[in-house]
């Protein structure tokens, strides 16, 4: 029903071409807070710009923690932008992104997001294990509660953001003209992958090995999307791991700056991504066990609607 649900409302081509203007333009606006209070401390706009590039306004006398908020207030406008592309100019419930049903599964976001959390810190634990010496304190109080605050408030708003948008909207109408389910999953995957080109790690770490990463987050989270027939357990995933990464453990090419907990001196991508897609197949064991999944091959490659004749 997750797919099949976007039949509802209005779905012409330009409906979702305006949609995703209006997605846009709404980010964009999120982005003017921070410009505008650079503008109103009197900084230049090449200033502006360099520090645009590094993410560092702290020149400009903003802290850390207030430039994460500041940049995440982004998919915040984002957020509102998708609202009313979708209950103004499709005419569907705003819900129906995440769930066909009535009402939205809270319990399982947070089952969740507490179940990949769990997974994620055990994998870390092994990766201290092993390399003790990778990892240095970076514990700061006075700025690390400040930073609980900010990720708890704003990474789930751009979290589900992203999740909204590729996993919700652009997948159920990439549904619409597409005959196997794996159409939508694979194009919504690609285009995840190719939204984070522009992240440091992409420069640091090479273009094969991250977009490895994204494309294969893409595709995880795609396809417990797809088994489970709502949002929720992506929505989870996603929010733990921006989380996490926020609070936890960074690294100098991080795209994320923050006051982490510990910072890893060096990253080696290819453990990185075993240890990925281990977590990845033990969470989806659980879930899949915990909710009774079958019928995966008609699930994930099969067609979006039931041929006419088989229909009741």
């Known amino acids: 029903m997750f797919l ?18 209006v997605i846009v333009i709404g980010t964009l606006l999120g982005q003017m807070p921070i410009y505008g209070l650079l503008l ?12 645009a ?4 306004f ?5 802290t850390q923690n207030m430039t994460l908020f500041f940049m995440l207030l982004a998919f915040a406008g984002g957020m509102v932008g998708l609202w009313f592309s979708v209950v103004f100019i499709h005419g569907k419930k705003f819900r129906w992104l995440i769930t066909p049903l009535e009402r939205i599964n809270w319990r399982k976001i947070l089952f969740s997001f507490s179940l990949w959390m769990g997974l994620t810190l055990a994998a870390e634990l092994i990766f201290f294990l092993i390399h003790p010496e990778n990892y240095e304190l970076n514990f700061q109080p006075a700025q690390f509660f400040g930073l609980v605050v900010v990720s708890l408030i704003m990474f789930p708003i751009q979290t589900s953001w992203e999740e909204l948008v590729f996993r919700g909207y652009m997948m159920q109408g990439i549904s619409l003209i597409s005959y196997f389910r794996w159409i939508p999953l694979l194009i919504t995957s690609l285009a995840f992958g190719l939204m984070h080109m522009m992240n440091e790690e992409v420069s640091a770490f090479g273009v094969g090995s991250t977009m490895t990463y994204y494309i294969g987050t893409g595709l995880f989270l795609g396809i417990i999307t797809l088994m489970d ?13 921006n989380i996490y990464s926020s609070l936890f453990v960074t690294f100098e090419a991080s795209s994320l700056k923050t006051a982490a907990v510990f910072e890893m001196k060096s990253v080696n991508m290819t453990e990185m991504l075993i240890a990925f897609f281990a977590v990845a197949i033990v969470y989806t064991l659980v879930v899949a066990k915990k909710n009774g999944w079958s019928h995966w091959s008609a699930n994930l490659l099969g067609t979006v609607y039931k041929p006419q004749n088989d229909q009741v």
């Open 4 to 21: 099949q649900i976007a039949k509802q409302g209005q779905n012409s081509w330009w409906r979702y071409l305006l949609g995703i203007f």
């Open 40 to 51: 109103a401390k009197g900084i230049s706009g090449d200033e502006i710009g360099e520090m």
């Open 53 to 56: 590039a590094t993410l560092n």
């Open 58 to 62: 702290e020149p400009a006398g903003i």
């Open 229 to 241: 027939d709502s949002l929720e357990l992506a929505l989870g995933v996603h929010a733990a791991t």
